[in-house]
């Protein structure tokens, strides 16, 4: 694709989720909207992601996946019929599961755009063999330079950002993130640990902040109540809040979950806390961060944990 023609084209960009990894692509999508300046540039992604991605400043239009299956068979054909009448020149599938190579199959027959993923049959295949061994922003950028895209930089959500005086925060405060996916309760470092990491915290004269969503509101709640003075703010900030609470912190500490990556890219240093369960290397956010790893987390000391915070 020439540089007239990347101006004048339709784009699709496909990330569906989860939120850590959303984050993780705003950086590709940066670098996708500079090499089509001029081109109409649609997101195609979950629903909790959408009003944040309408807020980008990468995307002209934002749609939703509905996830349809073959239980689904109308709502199938919806997505067939709206993905070939947008008649898009090229797609950057960002998510590459299967679930959106087969996206690239459902435009048949016909004329299909040019395809950056891992589709059968995809014009700008990543056929590194060695891809789900990388870390998630190394393995986009070479996805993107395999399309032509060689500049890519690092996530950025300073757009982002809201009001959060509201919360009437102090000047000097602790991120904490106790919470993860529901499931996969070995990635969480025991809530004990994150309360005596507050009252360290307090006792230096930051104040611990505790983040989560609705779900996590007892964990916010337990923590809140083992030490005093720490503010619970579980099931009350948006995305755009994690970010812009990023961007004020003093530090932050946090599972590896998907908050922790809003976090860093609203530009907080921070903690991120991993078991056995996960692989830095191929996740962990990048930016001012400290990586602790545990077979298993409740192994993980406060002190050890506590040396990492950029106050005594």
Known sequence: ?????????????????????????????????????????????????????????????????ERPGWTRPLALLRLRRRLRRGRFDRVYDLQTSDRSSFYFALMRPGRRPEWSGIARGASHPHA??????????????????????????????????????????????????????????????PAAHFAALARQAAAAGVAP???????????????????????????????????????????????DTGPMHAIVAGGASATVLYSAASDPALTAPRGRVRVLQRRDLAALEVAEVAATLPFG
């Open 209 to 255: 902040v505790v983040l989560g969503g609705a779900v996590e509101r007892p964990l916010g709640a337990a923590i809140a109540a083992a030490a005093p003075g720490t503010l619970d703010l579980t099931g009350r900030t948006s995305l755009a809040d994690l970010v812009a609470l990023g961007a004020r912190a003093l530090h932050a500490v946090g599972n």
């Open 128 to 189: 590194n063999p060695m891809r789900d061994r990388m870390h998630t922003l190394d393995r986009q950028a070479e996805q993107l330079a395999v399309a032509g895209i060689t500049l890519v930089p690092p996530p950025d959500l300073s757009w982002a950002t809201s009001e959060i005086a509201r919360f009437g925060l102090p000047e000097r405060f602790l991120l904490l993130a106790p919470g993860g996916a529901p499931h996969r309760p070995e990635k969480r470092w």
């Open 1 to 65: 694709m020439s540089a007239g023609e990347a101006a004048a084209a339709r784009i699709l960009v496909i990330k569906l989720g989860a939120l850590g990894d959303f984050v993780q692509a705003m950086g590709p999508a940066a670098a996708i909207r500079a090499h089509h300046r001029g081109a109409e540039i649609t997101l195609l992604t979950a629903a909790p992601f959408a009003p944040l991605a309408r807020t980008a400043p990468y995307f002209d239009r934002v749609w939703i996946d």
